[in-house]
Structure formats: structure tokens, C-alpha cells
């Protein structure tokens, strides 16, 4: 390609561009629970956000050039390009993951982006330009945050030949497909579904004592108006938080059949879970406490992410745990007052504010995609009670739920 890009080369590109950025939010979501590293599931849900807001902007963008028509939504750059993504999902090993994610996808996409509004007809097509510089600066963001966590892993493992033989196999074959851009090749047309088998447990450190059986794990009724008792509910908390961050990327790896908006509200949730660890194990430091000093419990985990309707999930995730948390966090907020715990209290503030947001997810994309089939929503409505009478010893009604 010579010279500034047309309309028609813009509409192109920024279609490569959306799929791109899509499939590597699907990518983070799909491998979210398998990671080890509890710094890259926080990352991964920051990242999956992220990802999904620079293809949203995008895809805004698209049908301004072509007058409000919905076509060019999401080009795969070439055949090639697809298979190489599909062999960097199936890699199983962290580091490489993480090599191949952010040392050869991201820089490639933060290059096109930038040669591309070196090539812009300006200022004709300045609000291309805007986006892609704001999508740009943030992918370096992500490539400069994700180079610290490398290297922390080839400080601890030594495998840093290893490594660069890999980035180098990935970036030939990237560039024997034409990279994004494509040179040379032909629409892609090829199909790339992240399927997963089926999963018992997410995966966790070392750290973590998670118990098997969810029926094993004994729950007391501890208060936040103690030190221990705080202990005990933010160590608790903190795992869910990262459940959760998983659970919404599974969804998302899952079910690209689900509307765009959905999606959307499924990776801000992702995003808010992952602060939420980050802010749930600070506090749980700060009283002296610390990851794996109680055992836990992944209750729910099985039942949630193999269900094959997303809508299920929500029903049992949006709008029943998460539910049932905006009870809690409402209680803690009561006995922070009380004690006079002003940082705790923020703290949850905060957190309950999303909670509720994320219950109305559930609400909102159950009604939306339910309205005109009643049986599908019966089911979906019944299926928690259903986990909650076999699963667990302590009952949470979906009738509760409405007052989040």
C-alpha cells in the first residue's frame, strides 16, 4: 500500500484491526483461568477491558466512514494470521503465552497502528487518527507492563533461549502471513473457536489451599467488626474476586455469539473484579494477613463455566453470588462505621458500587435475551436454586436477588 490510505483501504484495515483486538481479548479471557501468576490474571482482566474499548472504538468508526452501514465489522487479516493466533491460544505454557502475547502480537499491533496514522489524509480522516494514536499508546502500556512480568519469570526460570527462539519462530511466521495488515494475502476465512475441556477448579499458586469438595468447607459466621474476623471475610472475598475475573473471561472466550454490548459489560466486569483483587489483597495485607492463611473454597466454579448458556452463568454469577456479595458488603460497611474503620470503609464503598452494576449485567441481558422465549428463561431463572439446593448446606434465593 502506497501513499494516504483511501476510504475503502481505511475500512479494511480498521476491520483487521477490530478482529485482532477482539481475538486477543478472547485470547486473555480463554487463558485467564489456567494462569498461575495472580499478577497476569489482575493484567489480563485490565487488558481484556481494554481491548474490548479500542475494538469498540473501532467499530464506532467504521460505519462513519461507510455511511452508517454495519459491514466491515471485523476482517480476519489472512488465513496464515488466524493460524498463528490459534497456535499461540494452544500453547500451554505460561511464559511462552506471555512471550507470545506481548513481545509478538502487541508490538506488531502497536506498529500497524502507528504506521497507519503516519499514512492517514489528514486532516480528512483526523478522527481515525485519534483512536488509533489513544489505542497505540495504551497497547504500549500493556507490552511495557507485561515486559517486567517476563522478565520476573525468565529471572526465576532461566529459560530466556528458549523463549527468544520461540518470540523468533512466532515472528517469522508472522510475518510469512503478512501480519496485520496482510500484505499480499487473502481475506481470511478460517474459523477459530476456543474450546476448553471440562473444568473442576481454576487454577492457583502455591499459596492457595483450595478445598476439593466444596461441601468440605465449613463457613463461620465471622463479623468485620474484628481484626480476625475481617481476616477471614476479605481472604474469602479475594478468591472470589479472581473466580470472577476467570468466570468473565470464560464467557467471553466462550460465547462470541453473544451481543457486541454484552460483551462489553462482560469485560468491564472482568476489569472490576481484577481491581477489586488487587484492592481486597492490599487490605488484607495492611490488617497482617496474607494469600493462603485460611483454606477456600472455588464453590460454583463447575457448575458455571460449563454450562453451555452464558445466560445460566449470569443467572447463577451476576445475579445470585454477586447478589448475595452486595448483602455482605453492605453489612461490613454498617460494622466499618461502627468500629470506626474509615479505610476499610472506602474500600468497600467502592466495591459495592460495581456489585450492584454487575447484578444489573445480569438483569439486563437476561430480560433482553429472554423477552421473547419464556422457556429459556424459566430455565435459566431455575438453574441456580438448583446448584444451590445440591451443592451447598446454605441456601441463596433468587427471589433476593431483585433487591441488589
Not at 481494554?50 to 452501514?69: C, F, M, T, Y
Not at 497502528?113 to 489528514?122: A, M, V
Request: with cysteine.
Amino acid at each position: 500500500m502506497a501513499g494516504t490510505f483511501t476510504v475503502q483501504q481505511n475500512l479494511e484495515l480498521l476491520g483487521r484491526y477490530r478482529y485482532t483486538e477482539i481475538q486477543l481479548m478472547e485470547l486473555m479471557g480463554s487463558w485467564a483461568y489456567t494462569m498461575v501468576d495472580p499478577e497476569i490474571k489482575i493484567g489480563f482482566g485490565r487488558h481484556m477491558f481494554q481491548d474490548s474499548v479500542h475494538a469498540d472504538l473501532i467499530g464506532k468508526r467504521i460505519p462513519e466512514l461507510k455511511g452508517r452501514s454495519q459491514h466491515f465489522h471485523s476482517i480476519p487479516p489472512s488465513d496464515e494470521f488466524v493460524k498463528l493466533l490459534e497456535k499461540i491460544w494452544k500453547e500451554a505454557d505460561e511464559l511462552l503465552r506471555m512471550a507470545g502475547l506481548y513481545r509478538v502480537l502487541k508490538p506488531e499491533l502497536v506498529s500497524v497502528y502507528r504506521r497507519h496514522i503516519d499514512r492517514l489524509e489528514l486532516p480528512a480522516d483526523e478522527p481515525t487518527g485519534y483512536i488509533l494514536r489513544l489505542i497505540a499508546d495504551e497497547e504500549q502500556d500493556h507490552i511495557e507492563w507485561a515486559e517486567k512480568v517476563i522478565e520476573r519469570l525468565l529471572a526465576a526460570t532461566k529459560r530466556n533461549d528458549e523463549v527468544v527462539a520461540w518470540q523468533k519462530n512466532l515472528s517469522r511466521e508472522l510475518q510469512e502471513a503478512g501480519g496485520i495488515w496482510a500484505d499480499g494475502k487473502k481475506q481470511g476465512t478460517t474459523v477459530f473457536k476456543k474450546t476448553h475441556p471440562y473444568s473442576k477448579l481454576p487454577v492457583r499458586d502455591g499459596r492457595w489451599n483450595i478445598m476439593q469438595n466444596p461441601s468440605e468447607f465449613k463457613e463461620k459466621d465471622w463479623s468485620f467488626d474484628t481484626n480476625e474476623g475481617k481476616l477471614h471475610l476479605l481472604h474469602d472475598l479475594l478468591n472470589s474476586e479472581f473466580i470472577t475475573v476467570e468466570r468473565m473471561g470464560r464467557i467471553l472466550a466462550d460465547c462470541p455469539e453473544i451481543p457486541w454490548q454484552m460483551k462489553l459489560d462482560m469485560a468491564r466486569q472482568a476489569w472490576d473484579e481484577a481491581r477489586h483483587a488487587e484492592i481486597v489483597q492490599r487490605r488484607l495485607e495492611e490488617l497482617g494477613g496474607h494469600v493462603g492463611m485460611f483454606p477456600t473454597s472455588c464453590f460454583g466454579w463447575e457448575q458455571d463455566v460449563n454450562r453451555a448458556d452464558p445466560l445460566e452463568r449470569l443467572a447463577l454469577s451476576n445475579m445470585t453470588f454477586e447478589s448475595e456479595s452486595c448483602k455482605h458488603l453492605r453489612d461490613w460497611i454498617a460494622k466499618a462505621k461502627s468500629t470506626g474503620d474509615l479505610r476499610s470503609l472506602q474500600l468497600v464503598e467502592f466495591l459495592l458500587a460495581d456489585e450492584v452494576n454487575h447484578v444489573l449485567y445480569g438483569i439486563h441481558w437476561i430480560d433482553e435475551l429472554t423477552k421473547e422465549d419464556p422457556e429459556r428463561r424459566k430455565r435459566v431463572m431455575a438453574y441456580p436454586d438448583q446448584v444451590l439446593a445440591d451443592q451447598h448446606p446454605v441456601g441463596v434465593y433468587f427471589k433476593e436477588t431483585k433487591n441488589a
